[in-house]
């Protein structure tokens, strides 16, 4: 079964505006860690942004920020300001110890 | 701090030979694992190695394996390729700590190519 859906293959947002990337999980396990990638055309895959189960805040790294809503189980990706050099494929994923899925992606083109 | 390195970054092989690709982790790190990456398929996991042993494996053929040194550098080997197998590599480096915190830091990959 599907573990991590991303349901946008591709997103477009203007230069200096925010984007929200979605991201649902599916798991009984109550500890858990939600994890988003980038990756530019390159390949390498770019850790972003961490969130655990347990915290009770969002987890923010510079103009990053993730949406988690648990009841919900969630984990939109927030990127606000965006830049050209953040067109690229996110990717969210999620570990259940030892247990680590990605999602399909989607594919985020800034324009100018 | 170093990243993790992968080696070559891109190969180009033909039908039936074999390939080894390496990966060196992040200084600290134990724990290896393995991706392939294709368009049709995305990411899908191959192998993860700890402290040389194989902890857990994806569901890829005996054609590919893996292997850990104890300086936690780790190779991936394929052999009998087939045109199927072309495709970016991935190997991610973490603590190894197995529990929902453990990071994953990915190294540049290398993209194969079988003819």
């Known amino acids: 079964a599907q573990k991590i859906t991303q349901t946008q293959p591709g997103m477009f947002v203007q230069e200096k505006e925010a984007v929200t990337l979605d991201c649902t999980y599916d798991?009984?396990?109550?500890?858990?860690?939600l994890f988003w990638y980038k990756q530019p055309s390159s390949g390498e895959m770019i850790f972003l942004i961490y969130q655990g189960s347990y915290d009770q805040q969002n987890a923010t790294e510079g103009r990053y920020s993730l949406n988690f809503q648990k009841a919900r189980k969630s984990a939109n990706l927030v990127i606000s300001a965006s830049q050209l050099g953040d067109s690229a494929m996110y990717f969210c994923a999620m570990r259940e110890g030892d247990d680590m899925r990605f999602g399909a992606g989607t594919r985020l083109t800034v324009k100018p | 701090k170093a990243g993790v390195t992968q080696t070559p970054r891109y190969l180009i092989k033909t039908r039936g030979q074999q390939v080894t690709l390496s990966c060196s982790p992040i200084s600290g790190h134990r724990s290896v694992s393995w991706y392939q990456q294709t368009p049709g398929q995305g990411l899908q996991f191959l192998f993860e190695?700890?402290?040389?042993?194989?902890?857990n494996k994806g569901n890829f053929p005996g054609r590919f394996s893996g292997r850990q040194f104890s300086n936690s550098r780790s190779e991936m080997n394929v052999s009998t390729l087939e045109l199927g197998d072309s495709a970016l590599y991935l190997c991610?480096?973490?603590?190894?700590?197995?529990?929902?915190?453990?990071?994953?830091?990915f190294g540049p990959g290398t993209r194969l190519t079988v003819l």
């Open positions: 190695y700890f402290s040389e042993t194989q902890r």
């Open positions: 798991t009984s396990d109550p500890s858990y860690g």
């Open positions: 991610a480096s973490s603590l190894g700590l197995a529990d929902s915190t453990d990071t994953q830091y």
